[in-house]
């Protein structure tokens, strides 16, 4: 019995010594230059599991994989087609086991970084310039991912994130900004165009705090209007809606949009200015032509209303006010529905509103004409 207990505990002391082992053969090799060895040593020891928890293990590994990236031998090369992006987790693992600010690993790795980086970086703008923007924005995210201060290689994996068109790229490389310091209202519009169709609580959530954030931002309140807009949130979109026309009077779509919010809400008056603005700059808009013509009928047919309701004695006054009124917009409206059929000669609802019209106003010569 005791000797077995013996043979195990120098089973266990061997099979340690043998990955201990490995760690320094991998660093001999790569001493001597013979990284394809070295790799394959240091290969072994990262996934056993007594050296697998090891810093210096993963330290070796990044040094490694460093070196094989950087060599200018093409066999070398070929040992590793992503040999950066192992160098940097092996260094960030390094340090994560380590976990001391000033632990040896710690501070090797970190030196190391700093040249992983500027290779990385170098290695990116070759591959740039020969037009391979997938292998340039690998190796920027590497040097990114090796000096997450530097806005320079952060920058340069946006550039080739817009170039490949990788929307999830170019958010996190906005987000990135933002979590150094700098914060991008492109983050959240790009969030909210990405998650617009795959999760609308994500998608609205990213569109409110960018228009808390970025008050001003013309594409930011563009897109919240049209959000709340197609929701039919009138009351929350018109005071953001009236001051963005206030501040772009000339925007037709905006004008238009902002009528028939004061016509959802009852504000009739100010969406009849709305209209009749968007009209100043497209005289033959159906849409506000028509919405005209029916404010206006409505006006009218209220006056009326309202001159039946009168007592006897506010006839003479208060009555004859409401019917010149009723006249006078029947009259207005009138013109805005004929202005419309001239673009719509066989709308046969606009025909048919026009009729009532006249025959209200005793215009049977008009009745007849449009007949």
Same mark, same amino acid.
């Given at each position: ?101 000033? &632990? ?40 990114? &991912? ?34 150094? &310091? ?136 208060? &009555? ?5 009124? *009723? ?8 013109? *805005? ?35």
């Amino acid at each position: 019995m005791k000797r077995s207990t013996v043979l195990f505990l120098t089973l266990i002391i061997s099979n340690a010594l043998s990955q201990n082992s490995a760690v320094t053969n991998a660093s001999l090799y790569r001493e001597e230059g013979n990284l394809a060895e070295a790799k394959k040593e240091i290969d072994k020891a990262v996934i056993h599991e007594k050296t697998s928890i090891e810093p210096k293990a993963w330290y070796h590994r990044g040094m490694v994989y460093s070196d094989i990236f950087a060599s200018k031998d093409p066999a070398v090369r070929m040992l590793s087609d992503s040999a950066n992006s192992v160098a940097l987790n092996a260094f960030r693992k390094a340090i994560s086991l380590e976990n001391k600010e000033k &632990g040896t690993y710690t501070k090797m790795s970190k030196e190391a970084l700093e040249s992983l980086f500027a290779n990385s970086l170098n290695e990116g703008l070759i591959e740039y310039e020969k037009k391979n923007i997938v292998k340039a924005k690998k190796n920027f995210e590497v040097a990114s &991912g090796a000096k997450p201060s530097d806005t320079t290689a952060a920058n340069n994996v946006l550039v080739t994130c817009q170039q490949l068109k990788d929307t999830l790229c170019i958010i996190n490389s906005y987000k990135k900004m933002i979590d150094n &310091g700098k914060e991008k209202a492109e983050y959240y519009y790009w969030s909210y165009a990405y998650y617009q169709k795959r999760d609308t609580i994500i998608a609205n959530k990213m569109m409110e705090d960018g228009i808390v954030k970025f008050p001003n931002n013309k594409i930011f309140v563009q897109n919240y209007i049209e959000e709340l807009f197609a929701a039919r949130k009138y009351a929350k979109v018109k005071d953001r809606l009236a001051q963005f026309v206030k501040d772009d009077p000339s925007n037709k779509t905006a004008k238009l949009k902002l009528a028939v919010t004061y016509e959802a809400l009852g504000d009739l008056d100010n969406a009849e200015i709305q209209y009749k603005d968007v009209l100043a700059i497209e005289p033959t808009n159906k849409m506000a032509l028509f919405n005209v013509g029916v404010i206006l009928r409505n006006k009218a047919l209220a006056a009326a209303s309202k001159k039946d309701e009168l007592k006897p004695e506010e006839r003479a006054t208060k &009555g004859k006010e409401l019917d010149d009124k *009723y006249k006078k917009t029947l009259y207005e409206s009138a013109k *805005y529905f004929e202005e419309y059929r001239k673009i719509r000669p066989n709308d046969d609802q606009v025909k048919t509103v026009l009729i009532d019209i006249y025959r209200r106003l005793k215009r049977d010569d008009m009745i007849e004409l449009i007949k």
